[in-house]
């Protein structure tokens, strides 16, 4: 199962400048590895003692692990077999993806 992607708010100077990925961070800043990315959001100081990266978290990704698991165990509970779920994920309008 392909991973969400992490994004960084990205602070120039104490001014926001925007919500970005940690590649595009790369690119802009001429960063040479996504650690370094991760390194400075996590600890949290000023990269080239200008730029401050923190890393987006999902709001709603506890209350939705949560939802999950309380749905699939009343599934479970009524007997459904769970391995036989498809998961139906949109490309695009026209396009559909059965996983």
């Not at 001014?15 to 990925?21: A, T, V």
């Not at 978290?57 to 391995?83: F, H, I, M, P």
């Amino acid at each position: 199962m392909a991973s969400r992607p992490v994004y960084y708010d990205l602070y120039d100077c104490g001014k926001y400048d925007g919500r970005y990925r940690a590649a595009e961070l790369m690119v802009m800043l001429g960063v040479r590895h996504r650690q370094q990315i991760e390194h400075y959001s996590d600890v949290g100081i000023l990269y080239q003692k200008r730029y401050l990266i923190i890393r987006v978290d999902d709001e709603n990704a506890l209350e939705l692990a949560d939802e999950w698991d309380r749905v699939t165990q009343a599934l479970k509970g009524c007997g459904y077999d769970l391995s036989r779920i498809q998961f139906i994920v949109r490309t695009n309008k026209n396009k559909v993806k059965r996983r």
